[in-house]
């Protein structure tokens, strides 16, 4: 498929309208790089690069007349003349931000990409990139922008071997074997790729951890892709296996208040930071399916987390403790589980703890209702993470735009202070005033020549960063952002693949799981349907436990009528979802328990209704792949041609989604499937 998929969105595509481009080079006829950091070094790279793309390959050597700088460098490095000019602006940034400003010297116009460290400025450098690339005016340039979150990482669920765990896009890029002393490009790129959304750091490994990681002979690897990374600003961060201290350090025990383990995790510490100085610090997957942690000791989550984050803290390093827990002793309702076990604890995490929250309460469903602990914990910093890899939502076979899904969780109201508590200020600190504060998303990056194994998922990686800079950004905006940058600024292209992907989340929750259907996919690999699988040692692992169809209707009731998990939520929202009037529709059988025959808002039955609702997912699927097959002569025929493959392959499959459920829940709604139903072939 050539190298276009390669190059994400950074494709700095030649700027064919010969005035505008003409224009861009009449404010650049010189860089001006402040400052002799890496940091600034790969700034200037970057800049050479997208200009000579976008304004001409002889551009840099052949500079037109006039004498306008493009200045760049952080603010100890500006001179007096401009800084005295951006005091105001620098009021208005943290240590991340940017100023991309028009300012005049000496009579002179100039423009200059500033911030208050080098990391800033590289921010600002590739936003002033992107600027050119989206063809937007440069003329009068005012940009002022921060990250609002303090810690944006991906979490890679990459194992040693190179497999990576729900990892559809080949195997890890990282080359175990070959490093320390093989340097893959692809190193490089994923650093300028991250940098480019503002992502600032990375977790290497799975969380299903495997101690071999905290050797010597895997931390010497780990060195040289922290050294890569740094002038990007992305820390290295690695998954601590808790039985560590037993599997490498030959302890009998891990318990987290022996003292030698405690003294193990210290010098564990102390030997990481002596080699990468700004090392991030531990993720940590304890007792969830299987994993060693605290409770094996009969200690609890507090206990495990805090040890950590002492032995890290005298590093400024963090401990992100996930809440993803449930348990084969309480087999009621899976939902309750991560709330029962964390919210008491509120309180009593160190201070450079974050307990890490998947955006709902079972894992990762095309639709989840957001989770109870978000607004619950005022004392704790709780960091939002979300799945880019689509474990559940067919892989990277099927196209869908996932910001759509994180957006409607972040913009979900908590009420835990009252109406207007959404979980965006919950996690971006302003809801209770947390200092730390941070996000994840499970990596759906490999070592296909595209990264993601479908182009339109790279939508998903630079989507979710945007969201890690400021979680208030619009699906929609998003969208635009990523269209242009990727393909093409025409807007016969842009308008209507933007609608589709703005489509694409729901027409994927009506063909899988309408209605607040959750789980029912196939076991295992979780690929397609399988909503009759009974028969797996844990019942929560079965879909009939999440689906609980009947002769007498479908849904799970988590009302008080049945796992009352409705009361982990504020009043207000428990009063919605417990009312079966004043639930979301689409939350319905997330909440309840329904009758075959219950009218809904259209004055449809429940069982028409769903069947409608799963026909009209394929329909959608169907309009996305006739709106793709018009788009032929936007863009070039590799990324066109494996788009529509996998279009068609997506296509197929929501019919097969609707027909599989549809056919295993006839029999028990025992009712024709109504008019504008396909029958199944
Ligand atoms: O979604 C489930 C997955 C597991 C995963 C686990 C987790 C890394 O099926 O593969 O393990 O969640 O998030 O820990």
Redesign the pocket.
Known sequence: FGNDGYKLWLQYRFVENEALRGNYRSYINKLMPLGDSKTIEVAEKELELGLKGMLGLDFLSKPGVGEKSLIFGEKSNLSKDISIQLESDFNNINDEGFIIKSISIKGKNQIVITGNTDVGVLYGVYHFLQLLQSHKPIEQLKIVDSPKLKVRVLNH?DNLDRTV??GYAGFSIWDWHRLPDYIDQRYVDYARANASIGINGTVLN???ANALILTPQYLEKVEVLANIFRPYGIKVYLTARFSAPIEIGGLPTADPLDLDVIKWWQEKAKEIYTRIPDFGGFLV?AN??GQPGPQNYGRNHVDGANMMANAVAPFKGIVMW?A?VYSEHDTTDRAKQAYSEFVPYDGQFKDNVLVQV?NGAI??QPREPFHPMFGAMPKTPLMMEF?ITQ??LGFSTHSIFLPKLFEEVLKADTYRKGKGSTIAKDIDGSLHNKRLTGIAG?SNIGSDINWTGNTMLQANWYGYGRLAWNPYLSANEIADEWLVLTFSTNESFIKPVKNMMLDSKEAVVNYMTPLGLHHIMDTGH?YGPGPWVSNLSRPEWNPVYYHKADKNGIGFDRTPTGSNATEQYADEVAAKFNNINTCPEEDLLWFHHVPWDYRLKNGKTLWDGMALKYQEGVNQVEHMGKTWDTMEAYIDSGRFNEVKMLLNIQFKEAKWWRDACLLYFQQFSGKPLPDGVEKPT
């Open positions: 669920w765990e729900r799975n969380v299903n997957k969830s399916e996930r993803f998947k894992d990762f799945q474990e559940y499970v979780h």
